[in-house]
Nanobody, 117 residues
């Protein structure tokens, strides 16, 4: 079993920055990847970014490429999402998820990010 706890959300003006954290506990071996997803009101949850645990390689949604950076601290079992140049359309609940190699099997409770004009 894996527990994920996100933090770092909040209210920020457009153009500003926020850094989200996601601390994982429980099963810490054989971690394949961790991802960030978001869900805006009235929309489906969408992929934002992910990082592969073994080599730190990353993948991003086109909508955030060049503005968001995902990173990890393997010693702390923590993944981060640095969000810069935030736009109104980035407003959403952000979730981190643990990928077992087969699927994103574990999810955090989510943290709200609100971007204001």
């Amino acid at each position: 079993q894996v527990q994920l706890v996100e933090s770092g959300g909040g209210l920020v003006q457009a153009g500003g920055s926020l850094r989200l954290s996601c601390a994982a506990s429980g099963r810490t071996f054989r971690r394949y990847a961790m991802g960030w997803f978001r869900q805006a009101p009235g929309k489906e949850r969408e992929f934002v970014a992910c990082i592969y645990w073994s080599d730190g390689s990353t993948s991003y949604a086109d909508s955030v490429k060049g503005r968001f950076t995902v990173s990890r601290d393997t010693a702390k079992n923590t993944v981060y999402l640095q969000m810069d140049s935030l736009k109104l359309e980035d407003t959403a609940v952000y979730y981190c998820a643990d990928h077992t190699g087969t699927e994103y099997a574990y999810w955090g409770q989510g943290t709200q990010v609100t971007v204001s004009s």
